[in-house]
């Protein structure tokens, strides 16, 4: 079973910067290479969306046109975490952001793609 755990999310005024991570664990005596990981964001009312996501093995990104140039997606394979830095935010950032995880390499933008899912982190942005 794996575990994912995001941290980060706070309040910030627009224009400002934060780094989400997501620390991901359960798989004893095993890797993550395989993984595709993924950034999603679920504002009220609203549906939870893909962001972004990344190829554990190889460091391959893919990005939604919402958030291309704003956002970055990484990953440090020793702490078996992945991060989303967020800059230039804007009030309409203002979501639940969840980190999720695939067991295969693949580019998949769909939650329901995603076994894995963290709790979530709340981003607010002050305008």
């Known amino acids: 079973q794996v575990q994912l755990v995001e941290s980060g999310g706070g309040l910030v005024q627009a224009g400002g910067s934060l780094r989400l991570s997501c620390a991901a664990s359960?798989?004893?005596?095993?890797?993550?290479?395989?993984?595709?990981m993924g950034w999603f964001r679920q504002a009220p009312g609203k549906e939870r969306e893909f962001l972004t996501g990344?190829?554990?093995?190889?460091?391959?990104?893919f990005y939604a046109d919402s958030v291309k140039g704003r956002f970055t997606i990484s990953r440090d394979n020793a702490k078996n975490t992945v991060y989303l830095q967020m800059n230039s935010l804007k009030p309409e950032d203002t979501a639940v952001y969840y980190c999720?995880?695939?067991?295969?390499?693949?580019?998949?933008?769909?939650?329901?793609?995603?076994?894995?899912w963290g709790q979530g982190t709340q981003v607010t942005v002050s305008s």
């Open positions: 999720a995880a695939n067991e295969n390499r693949v580019f998949i933008t769909t939650p329901a793609t995603y076994p894995y």
């Open positions: 359960g798989r004893t005596g095993r890797t993550f290479s395989s993984y595709t």
């Open positions: 990344i190829w554990w093995s190889d460091g391959n990104t």
